[in-house]
């Protein structure tokens, strides 16, 4: 039986990048493998541990990170996003991420490193859905951002009170159901109307929605995935906007 | 042909026979009945556990399709601000919409949402209370009582006044892995057990897959004409767990199951249901002896409908993939017209297929497409006429 058209059209099942020249960034007979598989299969009791020795040995944070937690994840992203895997294997792998970023963040904040920007994210009023923007929600914080995550069922009063409390660069809503995507809408009319559209970067998401939803309901941006989110949340940053007050 | 009874076109068509036209099986949700039922003058609008066949047999369904599983009642129950309502599995359910809003400003709220055509959206109901969530609970747990009178009786009611003519569908939706992530465990508590704890999962799966055997053994023994199972393992772009997750943890309790079902009726016809992609195991409902397979969701991974008709459209019946995310609710009227004509060509050449919006209609559905689509569907749905020529 021909099952071929079934099979993810793309690229060929991808690989893990092992970090260039991170031997010179580690202690004498460091290795990385074991935690980059531990990422890999979700284990985030071993992910745990690994990090707080890793903070012991005194390697630095940022090291950490790119070398030690990114590799399994980046390829649990790509894989996800290559249909390879799916929502459970992703959320393990997210699970044992945040465990280790736990660990990682407060060092990263104390020597004055920079979030890339601030993303509120959150999933429109009537629709309680969360699981998906959970997922890009760990991976906005992976590529950097400070995310708050407003959870599900938000009103559009509280995307904008938050964004201006915050200071916000980007704002994302999920809608899940064909009834709730229309709050996407009324949500940046609000935002609109409130005199702040022009100071946020507005992404939306969510399986009834798509890119001609976007621009009609006026978003800056649509991810067909996480990983697409987070790309395009990374371009958009860098996008021009007014100033908050 | 001459014109066939209902009941005997839906019943050909599952079995790949010849018959006069496309059977037809609408399904709405209450707000979008009501508002299609005023047209008509049609007052008992009753959906779920309530459901009353009136409106939907007016608009053309082949068949009845009566709702036992535990979907039936959550879903379409009006369910008060700030109330958790428990249903018979002791999952508990509340309203979206409404965090930290007054009555008042509920009313209020409710009454801006004419948008997309004369509807009124109302939010819709969520659990929020999942009963299963460590062994303790597992088993200190009680099933639900699958000979509940309850459950069973209206169905007797529906056989008398109906299968004479219609078709006759009893749905236990949802069944088995959907059962267990969205209403038993939760949806994420499910994902992560699946790893952490797989013996709550199997544990949870087992209690699901005997409850259901046997509500499903006892309503067959009603004289049904048909048993769908609804499970919903499809996300928008593939599946929701991997294929080979699925062989493991649903499979093999389905097969059990079926065989079960069998042995009650060995010619019940047999429906299995998932919402989004669940094309990569069309092939083994097959394998299971499933009879009639949907809904084809169109706007997601399985939207190559040819080449799923070609594949598998010999070996089992196919219902729905008309699109109600985006077609039906935002197109305009040609776009509607011209969507149910392509599906007809897709999917219903050599018979094997029942016409059917990929869902429920829901409330944001304008009045006028759904007009087009019952137009559509008589002027592209007769066998011997174009395009089923």
Redesign the interface.
């Known amino acids: ?3 071929e ?2 099979d993810y059209e793309g690229p060929e099942e991808p690989e893990l990048q092992i970090p260039e020249g991170w031997e010179s960034r580690a202690p004498e007979g460091w290795e990385w493998q074991t935690l980059w598989e531990a990422v890999e299969t ?1 284990d985030h009791i071993y992910t745990d541990e690994r990090v707080r020795e890793s903070i012991e040995m005194g390697i630095d944070p940022r090291v950490i990170l790119d070398d030690g937690l990114f590799p399994g994840f980046n390829l649990q992203a790509d894989r996800f996003s290559a ?1 390879v ?5 992703m ?2 792998t997210a ?1 044992a991420m945040k465990a280790g970023l736990a660990l990682i963040r407060p060092l990263l904040a104390a020597q004055a490193e920079k979030p890339i920007g601030t993303f509120v994210i959150g999933t429109v ?4 859905h969360d ?1 998906g923007q ?1 997922i890009v929600t760990i991976m906005l914080e992976n590529a950097g951002f400070n995310v708050i995550n407003l959870g ?2 938000v ?1 559009p009063d509280k995307f904008i009170e938050t964004a201006l409390n915050e200071k916000a660069d980007l704002v994302g809503f999920s809608a899940l ?4 995507v ?1 709050y996407q809408k009324v949500t940046i009319e609000e935002f609109q109307n409130a005199g702040h559209r022009e100071k946020v970067k507005i992404l939306i998401g969510g ?2 929605t ?1 890119p001609e ?1 976007a621009e009609e309901c006026g978003a800056d941006g649509w991810g ?2 996480a990983v697409q989110a987070v790309r395009l949340a990374l371009k958009l940053v860098e996008t021009p906007r007014e100033v908050w007050a | 042909m001459k014109e066939l009874l209902p009941r005997e076109r839906f019943a050909r068509a599952v079995r790949h026979e010849k018959v006069d036209r496309v059977p037809l099986l609408y399904r709405m949700k209450s707000e979008a009945k009501e508002k299609i039922a005023r047209i008509y003058g049609i007052t008992k609008t009753g959906t779920g556990m309530k459901h009353n066949p009136e409106l939907e047999l007016r608009l053309g369904n082949d068949a009845i399709i009566y709702q036992i599983g535990i979907n039936a009642q959550f879903s379409h129950r009006p369910i008060k601000i700030g109330e958790t309502w428990y249903n018979h599995f002791g999952v508990g359910y509340g309203k ?4 930290g809003r007054t009555p008042e400003e509920h009313e209020e709220f409710t009454k801006t949402q004419d ?2 055509g004369p509807a009124k ?1 109302v ?2 109901n ?1 659990p929020n209370f999942h009963p299963i969530t460590s062994m303790e609970d597992l088993k200190n747990y009680t099933w639900p009582d699958p000979a509940d009178p309850e459950l069973l009786d209206p169905i007797r009611t529906l056989l008398e006044e109906y299968q004479d003519e219609y078709f006759i569908i009893v749905d236990l939706s949802s069944t088995l892995i959907e059962a267990a992530y969205a209403h038993v465990v939760g ?2 508590n499910f ?2 057990y ?2 952490d704890q797989p013996e709550l999962i199997d544990g949870v799966l087992d209690g699901l897959t005997e409850y259901y055997t046997q509500l499903g053994k006892n309503v067959i023994d009603l004289g049904i004409d048909m048993i769908r199972v609804g499970d919903d393992v499809g ?8 294929p080979l ?1 699925w062989r493991q943890l649903a499979k093999p309790r389905f097969q059990y199951m079926f065989d079960e079902f069998r042995k009650s009726n060995n010619d019940i016809f047999i429906k299995l249901h998932s919402c ?1 992609d669940y ?2 195991i069309i ?1 083994d409902m097959i394998e299971l002896g499933v009879d009639l397979s949907g809904l084809m969701q169109p ?2 991974g399985n939207k ?1 409908q040819v ?1 799923l008709k070609k ?1 598998f459209g010999k070996d089992i019946a196919f219902i729905g993939g008309f699109d ?3 077609l039906l ?2 197109g305009q009227v040609e776009q509607v017209r011209q969507g149910v004509c392509d599906v007809m060509k897709n999917l219903a050449v050599d018979g094997g297929y029942i016409f059917s919006p990929s869902h429920y209609i ?3 559905v304008p009045i006028q497409n759904i007009f087009a689509m019952l137009e559509a569907q008589r002027d592209f749905g007769t066998y011997g006429k174009y395009p089923l020529n």
């Not at chain 1, 895997?85 to 294997?89: A, S, T, V």
């Not at chain 1, 159901?177 to 709730?180: A, C």
């Not at chain 2, 979206?96 to 965090?99: E, T």
């Open positions: 039986m021909n099952t058209f079934l979700g249909m895997i799916f929502i459970p294997e959320l393990i699970r009023l009537g629709d309680m699981i959970s599900t069922d009103h159901l064909s009834t709730t229309y399986a009834p798509s939803w067909k995935d | 979206s919409g409404l965090k948008f997309w959206v939010p819709e969520f949806t994420q994902f992560l699946m790893f996300a928008q772009q593939s599946m929701m767990i991997s997750q989004g094309s990569p092939g706007t997601g190559n080449e594949m109600v995310q985006r609710p935002r829901l409330a944001d």
